[in-house]
């Protein structure tokens, strides 16, 4: 079981991504045709926390009170199956925090070549992580003299859905430089966003011309992407590797809306919320589309480390570094690490208070789980929450 992607705090929303899906999918199958891989993602939030998965019945051994529990599909795009995901890979990163501040970079796909991304996913967004990842490598080792840390993670959506990918880059606010030392970036900017967006131009269309070889397809792009401005967009720096795994998180696991988003549906028209109180009214075959517009192709990986951060460095430079910063500065300890992960069920009360060995009639913490089978109907409830 996996819980939602509600906040703690919130209640959970009356509106699911699943209840439109469950109406409005033959509808939209009778209009356009599905990927395979998109297929796989209709089916699975539509049967998510239903009989078809099974589940487990909680009993309280005090009262008998009864309380039935179906699995969750644990499809990396459905909203209501990231957020016990999120914590677990926040409790793994937390070994590889490096105790210093960190920058947030955002690199974006230009317009013309999105249709490209949508044709082949997996080699333009595998070309757009290149690129951007070895840009700020670049700037580290030409501007700091050093190997920064980067944390890439690839969204591809705005808050009204339509098709924008664009990655998200957690930088180290400085780097390890060849002797063994680390050396600090500056405290209010990492480099020139100016500068960095024209490097990245340069090498994704390198690259692109390297994909596409000499094509008319590639002759008749390639003037307008030198034309235009590649955006590049750098906030101020976090406070410190706390903050940012945490933030970080919740980036890491987002899909492209919540059900906390949605507003109305009345069988026709989706209503939901996009940003600075506004919100979007499409038809439900339309919120579908867009919704389908970013499922990643099937074992992509959109979560990606570079430099000091990488897989290669994590016992070696990475521990360097982190000796360096600790040395210079005593606030700074060392991440508290555990032998045994937390349970699901632990992860969940850290996240939202809910003791779910606590009874909701009697109180006791006397709830015990035995599992069912799919498609069964377990006695005593037919809640299906």
């Not at 974006?108 to 070309?127: G, K, S, W």
């Not at 050093?146 to 859905?161: E, K, M």
């Not at 011309?209 to 390639?222: I, N, V």
């Not at 389908?292 to 000091?308: E, N, Q, S």
């Amino acid at each position: 079981m996996e819980c939602s992607s509600a906040q703690p705090g919130q209640a959970r929303p009356r509106l699911e991504v699943a209840d439109i899906f469950r109406a409005a999918v033959p509808a939209f199958r009778d209009r356009y045709v599905p990927t395979r891989e998109q297929l796989k993602v209709m089916a699975a939030i539509q049967r998510c926390r239903t009989m078809s998965l099974g589940g487990h019945l909680d009993v309280c051994s005090k009262c008998g009170h009864p309380r039935p529990s179906y699995n969750s599909c644990r499809n990396r795009h459905c909203p209501k199956c990231q957020c016990l995901a999120q914590a677990r890979w926040i409790a793994r990163r937390q070994k590889r925090v490096i105790p210093t501040k960190y920058f947030h970079v955002v690199f974006t796909l230009p317009e013309p070549l999105r249709a490209l991304a949508r044709a082949d996913p997996v080699a333009i967004y595998d070309l757009f992580f290149e690129s951007a990842t070895r840009t700020l490598l670049e700037f580290g080792r030409s501007r700091l003299h050093a190997q920064i840390g980067v944390t890439a993670v690839l969204h591809t959506w705005t808050r009204d859905l339509r098709f924008h990918p664009h990655v998200h880059c957690i930088v180290t606010a400085g780097g390890l430089d060849d002797d063994g030392h680390w050396v600090r970036a500056r405290s209010r900017f990492l480099f020139s966003v100016k500068a960095m967006a024209k490097v990245f131009r340069g090498k994704f269309v390198d690259g692109l011309a390297t994909l596409m070889g000499h094509s008319s397809q590639f002759a008749e792009l390639k003037p307008g992407l030198y034309d235009r401005e590649w955006v590049v967009y750098a906030k101020q720096p976090f406070g410190g590797a706390a903050q940012v795994f945490q933030y970080l998180g919740r980036y890491t696991h987002r899909v492209g809306i919540s059900n906390h988003r949605l507003v109305s549906f009345d069988g026709l028209e989706v209503c939901f919320r996009t940003k600075h109180g506004k919100t979007c009214t499409v038809a439900a075959v339309e919120f579908i589309r867009r919704f389908l517009l970013h499922v990643l192709p099937a074992h992509f990986v959109k979560i990606r480390h570079y430099g000091l951060v990488a897989a290669a460095n994590v016992g070696s430079k990475l521990e360097t570094a982190r000796a360096c910063l600790l040395a210079c500065d005593d606030k700074h300890q060392p991440p508290a690490s555990s032998e045994t992960p937390p349970s699901w069920r632990d992860l969940l009360r850290a996240l939202t208070g809910l003791d779910l060995f606590v009874c909701p009639v009697c109180g006791a913490r006397s709830m015990r789980s035995c599992p069912f089978g799919p498609g069964i109907t377990p006695a005593g409830s037919l809640d299906t929450s």
